[in-house]
């Protein structure tokens, strides 16, 4: 069996005020991954830092590490960061699974 998707957390850094909300999270996301949710406690507990986004990513691409998003008049440099995970791990700018035989 061939892993092709790994459910991984992305953190999204560098939107304006106004734009840290669950329904933009998942407008930006599902431009670039399968999104499975949007979390709220974070934009609540951190106060407008960042949107966290529960996605799907193809583990044979390469990982973004940002991208230009339209808003209003002009375009914003969001940052990608992706939270560690118990069972995978960032390898020359591609995702790397640990498979773990019981």
């Known amino acids: 069996m061939e892993v092709e998707l790994a459910r991984v957390l992305v953190q999204l850094w560098n939107l304006p005020l106004g ?3 669950v329904d933009f999270g998942r407008a930006i996301g599902v431009h670039i991954w399968e999104v499975m ?9 951190e106060r407008g830092r960042y949107v966290l986004v529960k996605v799907n990513l193809d583990i044979h691409k390469p990982l973004k590490r940002g991208g230009l998003v339209p808003m209003r008049s002009n375009k914003v440099q969001v940052v990608y960061r ?11 700018g591609m995702l790397v699974l640990e498979i773990r035989v019981f």
């Open 19 to 21: 734009y840290v909300d």
């Open 82 to 92: 992706y939270e560690k995970s118990s069972d995978a791990f960032l390898y020359c």
């Open 37 to 45: 949710e949007v979390d709220r406690r974070i934009i609540e507990q």
